[in-house]
């Protein structure tokens, strides 16, 4: 007899052990080890009105099974559904509302969850503040009595704010308001927002949990079992399921999430340590630096910092394209949480979604660079992030030069 995962103490095995067998029991029919890839759109069922648990794909897939048992584990809840993609997940938590309700948003989001807000959930006469939620005032003042959601990122894509989940959970159960974290940028092995009072997580697979920039995916993970019969309604309803294949691939990267973000973050602290040196850095946000201005939040609230690292570079739009342009191993792309290093420009990559005039002054600025630090070696992502900074201290040297009136000379 094949062993099984006891699911009775399965939340007493560590983080890890989790990761590799939660959902994920040898096939009883055959034995394989590893959750196959049910590449089907149906099942047959034994009779009218009896089956094995499965009717039709986009309802339930075994794969997809395991893959939602397993993410819901690694939040510490009971319950998971995976979506075609991050935002899939947004907006099957957003189809939760009636139109005339009202949520409160951490205004520092992916660009594309501010464009689904704006431009889509919009015109259904749904309605949005966005406010810096690291301001704990600014939020319970954003609250009306039509606010059904308040939504959060923790760090903040692309700023690396945070939010203090533990409080931003009491104002929410005071007022009787759902809290939903993504919890992207954090991931469960560092964050575990349901644990601190949310009451719904979402990510985007895309990112770390998969961790090999191969699949697009998200996720939704809740405690209460009466909003999961919910958000599993509207999975359905909606259709935005993964295939097989891609969670097939997403349970594959978790297995080695802890590792590889061991590595992410222990990279991303040398070159947020470098970059906090340099004379051609203006800012560096990172949680894990002390100059971070929320260290002791990120410390109370989180097991780690994670790999993200942004900064702004002197010199704004030129200086900006000079570094994207020329990193070798950093790859000019959009995305983050993969093994290979990235570098990207928010303001016209990522959010230029988000108009201008909204993100400038939220610090979104010509000369803000991100970096989704991966696995390689450090020394020669320091190398690449050397030389392409030499680039612009050359550049500032020769623009200064050349504006030195003629009779100095
Ligand atoms: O790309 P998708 O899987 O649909 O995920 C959307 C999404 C949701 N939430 C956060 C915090 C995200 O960062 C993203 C996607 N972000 C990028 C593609 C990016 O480069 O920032």
Redesign the pocket.
């Known amino acids: 007899m094949s062993k099984q995962f006891s699911t009775q103490n399965k939340q007493d095995y560590g983080f890890t052990t989790r990761a590799i067998h939660q959902g994920q029991e040898a096939c009883p029919s055959t034995g394989s080890l590893i959750t196959p890839i049910y590449q089907t759109s149906t099942f047959v069922q034994d009779e009218l009105g009896k089956n094995k648990g499965y009717q039709y794909a986009r309802s339930h897939n075994p794969t997809r099974q395991a893959l939602e048992e397993c993410l819901a584990s690694l939040e510490g809840a009971r319950f998971g559904l995976a979506a075609a993609?991050?935002?899939?997940a947004?907006s099957i938590v957003l189809d939760l509302l009636q139109a005339g309700d009202h949520v409160v948003v951490g205004e520092d989001v992916?660009g594309?969850?501010y464009r689904l807000f704006e431009r889509v959930l919009r015109k259904f006469n749904l309605n949005f503040t966005y406010i810096d939620a690291s301001n704990l005032e600014a939020v319970e003042n954003a609250i009306t009595p039509e606010t059904k959601l308040v939504w959060i990122?923790s760090p903040t894509?692309p700023l690396l704010k945070l939010a203090d989940i533990r409080a931003i959970a009491g104002i929410c159960q005071r007022r009787r308001i759902r809290l939903c974290v993504?919890n992207?940028?954090a991931t469960p092995y560092f964050q575990r927002p349901l644990e601190l009072g949310a009451d719904i997580v979402v990510h985007?697979t895309?990112?770390y949990l998969s961790g090999h920039s191969d699949i697009?995916?998200?996720a939704i993970i809740c405690d209460d079992e009466e909003l999961f019969s919910e958000l599993k309604f509207f999975q359905n309803a909606s259709g935005a399921v993964p295939g097989p294949f891609d969670c097939f691939l997403a349970l594959r990267g978790v297995k080695t999430l802890a590792l590889r973000l061991r590595e992410h973050e222990r990279n991303a602290t040398a070159i947020a340590r470098y970059l906090e040196n340099h004379s051609q850095v203006e800012k560096v946000y990172f949680p894990g630096l002390p100059s971070h201005p929320q260290f002791d939040l990120a410390k109370s609230q989180m097991a780690g910092f994670g790999g993200v690292v942004a900064f702004v570079v002197k010199g704004g739009l030129e200086a900006a394209r000079t570094v994207v342009n020329n990193t070798s191993l950093f790859q000019l792309a959009?995305?983050?949480g993969g093994v290979k290093s990235l570098i990207?420009h928010p303001a016209t990559m990522?959010h230029a979604p988000i108009p201008k005039e909204v993100r400038e002054p939220l610090g979104i600025v010509d000369g803000l660079i991100r970096l989704s630090v991966g696995i390689e070696e450090s020394k020669d992502l320091l190398a690449d992030l050397e030389f392409v900074l030499s680039l612009c201290s050359n550049q500032t040297q020769q623009e200064s030069q050349s504006q030195v009136p003629v009779a100095a000379q």
């Not at 993609?85 to 899939?88: E, K, P, Q, T």
């Open positions: 993609s991050g935002l899939a947004v992916y594309g969850v990122e894509n993504d992207t940028f985007s895309t990112k697009i995916g998200g959009e995305s983050l990207c990522t």
